[in-house]
Each structure stands twice: as C-alpha cells, then as structure tokens.
C-alpha cells in the first residue's frame, strides 16, 4: 500500500514538470543608462541580496527549475521586478523613486530581502550593520 502510494506521489511530481514555467530573463532589456546609481558598497549589497528579485539579472540554483517550487519562485522574481527593478530605475519617475526609498527604509529590517529566500541564499544574509547602511543610503535619498 505504501509503495503504490509512494509511486502516486512520484508521478504526480513528474507531471507537474511538464509544465513549464520560463522565468523571462532578457539581457536584451538590460540598458545600463536604466541602472541605479549608488556608491559601490551599496551597489554590490543590492547586487547579492536583491538582484535575484528586483533586477533582469536572476540567478537560480537548479532546484528552482524544478516544479511546484518554480511556480512560487517564479512568482516571487514577477512581483518584485514589478515593483521594483532597479534595472528601470531611471525610467521611474521622481515619486515612484521616492517611494521606493521609502519602502526600503520601512522593509529593510524585516520584510526584504524576503525571509524564505534568505533560508535558502546564505549568500545573500546581510548583517544589521548593512541593514542600517542600506537604510541610511535610502533616507538620505528622501526629499522632505
Ligand atoms: C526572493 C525575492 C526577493 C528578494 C531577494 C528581495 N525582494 Fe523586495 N520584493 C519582493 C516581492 C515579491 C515584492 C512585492 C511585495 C511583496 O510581496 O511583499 C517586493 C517588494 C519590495 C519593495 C516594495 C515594498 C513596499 O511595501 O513598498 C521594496 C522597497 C523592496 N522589495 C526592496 C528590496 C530590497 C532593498 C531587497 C534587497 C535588500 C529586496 N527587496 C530583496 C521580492 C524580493
């Protein structure tokens, strides 16, 4: 009984592969006039801890590809490039910017990176001292 069960299981997984799940990941987007413009040490935390999400530029370790797992990440890569990408970034205009500044200082200890991902991107953890500098690199960027 268990064994059928088990073989149930593992065909269900297999089927679900079938359907594919394409991340878009389109160099040919990618304007580097369009970029964020920041100091270095901030660029490259964003770089590590961010990019995966908010930029053209995901990187995906292989179990990413694998299904039901792709479609939650896939997911998350669309919602934060929508919100967010700091690859567009001079295509926002000054109050879109501004509120994402914003929404930095707010998320910057607790929702983003998001927690899931960190659990599984070592990578990517940033300390609390890195935390304060992203958030004060933000503030100083606020216009009021
Ligand atoms: C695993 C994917 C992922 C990573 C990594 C990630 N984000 Fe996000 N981010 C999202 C998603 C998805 C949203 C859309 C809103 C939501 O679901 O909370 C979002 C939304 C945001 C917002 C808008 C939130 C608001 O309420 O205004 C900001 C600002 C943001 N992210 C900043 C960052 C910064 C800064 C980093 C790196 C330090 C980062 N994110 C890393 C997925 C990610």
Not at 23 to 38: L, T, V, Y
Request: glycine residues 2%; charged residues 20%.
């Amino acid at each position: 009984m268990i064994k059928i069960i088990f073989a149930w299981i593992i065909g269900a997984l297999l089927l679900l592969q079938a359907i594919r799940i394409d991340i878009p990941n389109p160099p040919s987007h990618i304007d580097p006039k369009n970029e964020i413009q920041a100091p270095q040490e901030i660029m490259s935390m964003l770089k590590t801890s961010c990019y995966d999400c908010h930029s053209y530029e995901t990187k995906m370790p292989w179990y990413n590809n694998i299904a039901p797992i792709s479609w939650e990440v896939r997911s998350h890569i669309k919602d934060g490039r929508a919100w967010l990408n700091f690859q567009e970034w001079n295509n926002y205009d000054e109050e879109k910017q501004q509120k994402i500044y914003d929404g930095i200082i707010k998320t910057i200890n607790y929702s983003m990176p998001m927690p899931i991902y960190l659990s599984m991107h070592e990578e990517a953890k940033l300390t609390q001292a890195q935390r304060n500098t992203i958030k004060k690199w933000a503030q100083s960027n606020l216009k009021e």
